[in-house]
């Protein structure tokens, strides 16, 4: 079962459904979040120490590997009061244990996770146009699948299954073998830089549907890895709270709005279609972001529903 759930083209066509009728992808009125039916379906969420293991398959410059790492660092709330200024990703990431604390039980504790393994496929080994089968088998070598979120990253010159014109990204659950029922959980997130920046890294590109406004500097100056962890972050906040389908979610089971999708296109407030909100601007690259992370990084990450107000929730 996979879930795209940081999909910015599907958001962006389903902004303006939301204008006349319902869901939108960019921005909620506040009328619309404050009427959401999110809902616990009783299942089992991610808890307690949960390892994070990246695949990077393609492509990717020590650099770019840096942004992302830096960002899965920046999630440890024990790195918040040192060496994150607010507000920081730590901040951001503490909104998912509000999910935690509404559930009275033993096998949903909060959930601590860091950075363990990485692998780097720089040879394509499974070439550069690949299906979503392919997509979990590479998955699947991360290690630790039990108790680890196994996350395969491609460069931007990979092709995959439904890439572009139907999801950014995707988050699901699979089988560790035929003879167990044990699952794991994985992301996949895509470089959107040269193949649809406009669907996938919007607000850093002008997008291709919608009010067209000014595309936002990129806080780490890579449109395309910045976008990447904007659906990164999306994907993991409904990992977390959505593993196996039966978490927390909105609308239909096999395509629901999720911790973070369910505020699509809400960066701070204030936003609207076509507009973010109200973000912080680095002065000296004039960059848009939201969040601090270690480093000195700065992020812009998605706002995140917050189920004891039932309201998207933004840093700024």
């Given at each position: ?19 006349t ?8 009125t ?5 009427q959401m ?15 994070i ?38 901040t ?48 699947s ?7 680890a ?8 010159d ?20 035929k ?60 990992t ?8 927390y979610?909105?609308?239909p089971?096999?395509g ?30 004039g ?11 700065k ?18």
């Open positions: 079962m996979a879930f795209s759930s940081s999909n910015m083209f599907l958001q962006i066509i389903l902004l303006f459904c939301l204008i009728t319902s869901l939108g992808t960019s921005r909620l506040e009328s619309t979040q404050q039916a999110f809902q616990y379906h009783k299942g089992q969420l991610l808890s307690g120490k949960t390892p293991n990246l695949i990077w398959y393609g492509k990717f410059t020590p650099s770019q590997r840096a942004i992302i790492t830096d960002f899965i660092t920046s999630l440890s709330s024990s790195s918040s009061s040192t060496q994150q200024p607010q507000p920081s990703v730590a951001w990431w503490n909104t998912i244990g509000k999910y935690y604390h509404l559930i009275n039980s033993k096998n949903n504790k909060p959930i601590s996770i860091s950075l363990v393994n990485q692998a780097i496929d720089q040879t394509y080994s499974l070439g550069k146009s690949l299906t979503s089968n392919q997509l979990i088998h590479l998955a070598k991360g290690g630790q699948q039990v108790n979120i196994n996350i395969v990253l491609t460069s931007s990979v092709t995959v299954e439904g890439f572009c014109s139907s999801r950014c990204g995707t988050h699901g659950s699979s089988y560790i073998s003879n167990t029922h044990q699952k794991f959980t994985y992301i996949w997130v895509g470089n959107s830089e040269i193949q649809c920046p406009g669907q996938c890294a919007w607000p850093f590109h002008q997008p291709i549907y919608g009010p067209q406004s000014p595309p936002l500097v990129a806080p780490n100056n890579d449109v395309g890895l910045d976008g990447m962890i904007i659906n990164l972050a999306s994907l993991l906040a409904g977390v709270t959505n593993p196996y389908g039966n978490g979610y909105q609308g089971k096999y629901p709005l999720e911790a973070a999708s369910a505020c699509p296109g809400v960066y701070g407030k204030g936003a609207y279609p076509g507009y973010a909100g109200n973000l912080l601007v680095d002065l000296t690259t960059a848009s972001y939201n969040a601090n992370g270690i480093s000195k990084r992020y812009l990450l998605p706002a995140l529903f917050d189920p004891t107000t039932l309201s998207c929730s933004t840093l700024v």
